[in-house]
Structure formats: structure tokens, C-alpha cells
């Protein structure tokens, strides 16, 4: 994972800084919250003329994502000019979407057959793919995202089938893989990586799949979140809740739970 702050007057140069070094192309768009997933270079490029110009136009949020030869690569808008990149290899998860797949109920089996195929399975990592299908999941508006699926499900490449196919199946067993992996590690710590962590939580008691999301916040941060503030971040298919106090949508503490 990259990533950097910078302030809107530095925002183009860092970003372009950023992307030469990575060898990247780019794109932008969204809102806090928004991730975006893309199986195409074309579709990339498309977007990057737009950096300056909306650097320009002072849009309080921005988000993007980069792709190289080898890597697919995801972005998610975290707050005010601070960008995270998470870089994950396509057939590292069209294997995943596969192998949860195939053992949507049994989290042992997915376990062992994700070990076999050579993932580091820990919790942390877990949840790290947890939230990357997240990010595949609230881009439901672009249908690559859910081709793959579909083909890794059905085996076919027909795109004229509802995109919703595997979607909750997906992000249910990837859930019972996170309880399963702590169980099976004596875990009872927060799942942490970079600056997101993953735990399940008490907060609905005949909810077992809440998971809990803290995301760093560019805005009085430490205020915010000694006073317990909390929202709801908005992916698709998930509550939101803006924060009474600045009202940005990904301050102070996130929490995800499904409807």
C-alpha cells in the first residue's frame, strides 16, 4: 500500500511525482468512501487529463486508482487530500473469489485450500482481502467488477447476466474466513493493517458479521475521535451516517455493517 499527504496546492505535482516514480497511470473521481477496481488499462487512462483540472477547480476530495503491466491496483478516497493505494494482483483475487466460491459455507476448507494455493493466511491479511473485496463491491456501477465474479462463479464470460451474482455470497464467506482465522490463532486483538483495522464488534448483539473500520481523517482527528464520535461509512450496500461535527463522511470512527 502507498500512501502521502499533501495540500491542495501541491496536490497535482505530488500525485504526477507519485506516479512517475511507479511508472502509473490515473484516475479521478469519487467521493470518501468510493473505491474503485478496474481489470483494464484503457480504462485508466481515460481519466488522467482530469488531475489539473480538478486540482484546480478545488474539489474538497479526490480518489484514484493506477495500474501497471503486472499489478491491478485499488484506490479508495480516505478524506481531504490523502489517497491510499492498495496494490493487489488480479489473479490473486479472481483466486480468492474462487476459492470462497467454492466453500461459501465452510471456512476451514476455504482456509486450507487458500494455504495450499500459497497465501499468507493471517487475520491482518484477511481482513486486508476483506477489504478489497469491499472496495470490488462499491464500485457496483462499473460491471467488470462483477464479470469477474461471475466468471470465476459460472465459468462463463457472458456479461448479460445480473450483477449481483455472488456478491453476498462473497462477502459473507469472506467474513466467516476472518472469524475462523482469529479462532484459529487464539486472536482477541484488533486486525490491523496500515491505517485501517479490522475486529468484530458487540455493538449489534444478534449481528454477527459487524465488522468495525477506523480510518485516519484529515481533519481534527484526535478531537474527534477522543469524543467517540461516530458515522457510518457509505459503501454500496451499507448504512451512512455523517459525522454531527464536521460532517465529512470518513472521520473520527467508521463503522460497516450490512442492512
Not at 488522467?48 to 479526490?62: D, E, F, H, P, T
Not at 458479521?209 to 481534527?220: G, I, K, Q, S
Request: charged share 25%; net charge positive.
Amino acid at each position: 500500500m502507498y500512501g502521502f499527504w499533501c495540500n491542495e496546492k501541491t496536490l497535482s505535482l505530488a500525485l504526477m511525482s507519485f506516479l512517475r516514480q511507479h511508472g502509473l497511470n490515473l484516475i479521478l473521481g469519487g467521493k470518501p468512501g468510493d473505491m474503485h477496481i478496474y481489470f483494464s488499462k484503457s480504462d485508466l487512462v481515460k481519466g488522467g487529463a482530469r488531475l489539473s483540472k480538478m486540482a484546480v477547480q478545488g474539489r474538497n476530495y479526490i480518489d484514484f486508482v493506477a495500474y501497471n503491466e503486472k499489478e491491478l491496483v485499488l484506490g479508495i478516497v480516505i478524506s481531504r487530500a490523502y489517497v491510499m493505494v492498495y496494490k493487489h494482483s488480479e489473479k490473486h483475487l479472481r483466486t480468492l473469489l474462487h476459492v470462497l466460491l467454492s466453500h461459501p459455507e465452510d471456512a476451514e476448507n476455504a482456509y486450507k485450500e487458500l494455504k495450499s494455493l500459497g497465501f499468507d493466511i493471517n487475520s491482518t491479511n484477511i481482513a486486508k482481502l476483506y477489504k478489497i473485496y469491499i472496495a470490488a463491491r462499491s464500485m457496483g456501477r462499473i460491471k467488470r467488477v462483477y464479470d469477474a465474479v461471475r466468471r470465476v462463479r459460472l465459468g462463463i464470460v457472458t456479461p448479460c447476466l445480473g450483477i449481483d451474482i455472488g456478491k453476498a455470497i462473497v462477502t459473507d464467506a469472506i467474513e466467516k474466513l476472518i472469524y475462523f482465522v482469529m479462532k484459529e490463532h487464539n486472536e482477541d486483538k484488533v486486525l490491523s493493517y496500515e491505517h485501517a483495522c479490522f475486529r468484530p464488534v458487540d455493538v449489534y448483539k444478534n449481528s454477527p458479521t459487524v465488522v468495525e473500520l477506523r480510518t485516519v481523517n484529515l481533519y481534527n482527528a484526535d478531537e474527534a475521535l477522543l469524543s467517540g464520535q461516530i458515522n457510518f461509512v457509505e459503501l454500496m450496500g451499507f448504512e451512512y451516517l455523517g459525522c454531527a461535527k464536521c460532517n465529512h463522511l470518513t472521520t473520527c470512527i467508521g463503522m460497516i455493517r450490512q442492512k
